[in-house]
């Protein structure tokens, strides 16, 4: 990822055509890009997406939803 050094990943949902759910940790970069191309007017195709750990590709035509996880993590009670 080439996010800012103190950047933390941020979790994302894709949700599938069928019901599949894949989470993801990416940088606010990676979840940018994600959306541009789903909200792109270019035809629908594949899409690289670089985790924190690993690059996932995804096939835009099946992509029903993107949740972005905006709640920060908390340690404790």
Do not use: C
Request: cysteine-free; proline content about 3%.
């Amino acid at each position: 990822m080439n996010a800012a050094p103190d950047a933390k990943p941020r979790r994302i949902d894709i949700g599938f055509t069928g019901g599949q759910v894949l989470a993801l940790r990416v940088s606010d970069e990676a979840y940018a890009g994600l959306r541009g191309a789903l909200e792109g007017e270019a035809e629908r195709g594949w899409h690289q997406v670089l985790t924190e750990d690993s690059e996932v590709t995804v096939d835009l035509r099946e992509v029903v939803y993107v949740r972005l996880d905006t709640e920060r993590h908390r340690v404790g009670f």
